[in-house]
């Protein structure tokens, strides 16, 4: 996955509390184990007004013009800014791939469920947890401000406000060492791979009959 280290770019406010991994990406759109091609779909049923189907073509699909990311002036935002419990419902790790696929990189919210919230890290979406008063302050800036923009600093666990002001977050020392340097579960693993090529080398010397 891509390392995540200063992420300065737009916001889109998604005014919501409880949303659930099915609106993150309906259950149609599950039937591939691929990482990419979710982010047309993303929020599906909200951003469309017909049902979607796998295969379709979106771009000849009727928008709902009232969706936030349908509005001209969130595209291309990179940070989502949410209310409560989001990722809620089952425990689908597309949820964060259509997330990353359409091209968010960060999401702040009061609180999240926790599958989603450890999937996040697992898949280069840096999940940011703020106090119900601080995310509100970022609501009423972002809609007041056209353009507004949020500098996420993973390294220095701060968000800065376009007046200055720097908010602090926590985060898992782990989790953190991991998306600074891109290493998802198979990325920690390869980095044995010198050790784990040994080994296998000197079992086929020892046991060939294993792999005749």
């Given amino acids: ?17 409880n949303v659930d991994t099915d609106a993150i990406i309906p259950k149609q759109f599950l039937k591939s184990i691929k990482r990419s091609g979710f982010g047309p779909n993303l929020f599906d049923e909200w951003r469309y007004l017909d049902v979607g189907q796998p295969g379709q073509d979106n771009s000849k699909r009727p928008l709902n ?17 949410t209310r409560d419990n989001f990722g ?3 425990s689908r790790e597309h949820a964060p791939w259509a997330l990353e696929d359409y091209g968010f990189r960060a999401i702040i919210g009061t609180s999240f469920a926790d599958i989603f919230f ?3 890290f697992k898949n280069g979406v ?4 703020l106090f119900a008063e601080e ?6 800036q972002c809609e007041a401000t056209e353009g507004y ?9 701060t968000v800065t406000r376009p007046d200055g002001k720097v908010i602090a977050f926590d985060v898992d020392a ?3 060492e991991c998306m600074l340097n891109g290493w998802d579960d198979i990325g920690l693993t390869l980095r044995h791979a010198d050790k784990i090529r040994a080994f296998e080398d000197a079992r086929r010397a020892k046991h060939p009959y294993y792999f005749a």
């Fill in 174 to 176: 782990f989790r953190k």
């Fill in 118 to 120: 450890n999937n996040c």
């Fill in 135 to 140: 995310v509100d302050e970022l609501f009423s």
């Fill in 65 to 81: 013009t009232d969706f936030v990311l349908n509005q001209p002036r969130y595209q291309g935002a990179q940070v989502l800014l």
């Fill in 88 to 90: 809620c419902g089952s």
């Fill in 1 to 17: 996955m891509k390392p995540f280290t200063v992420l300065d770019a737009l916001v889109a406010p998604l005014d919501r509390a």
């Fill in 149 to 157: 923009q949020l500098k996420v600093d993973l390294a220095a666990q």
């Fill in 126 to 129: 840096l999940p940011i947890v």
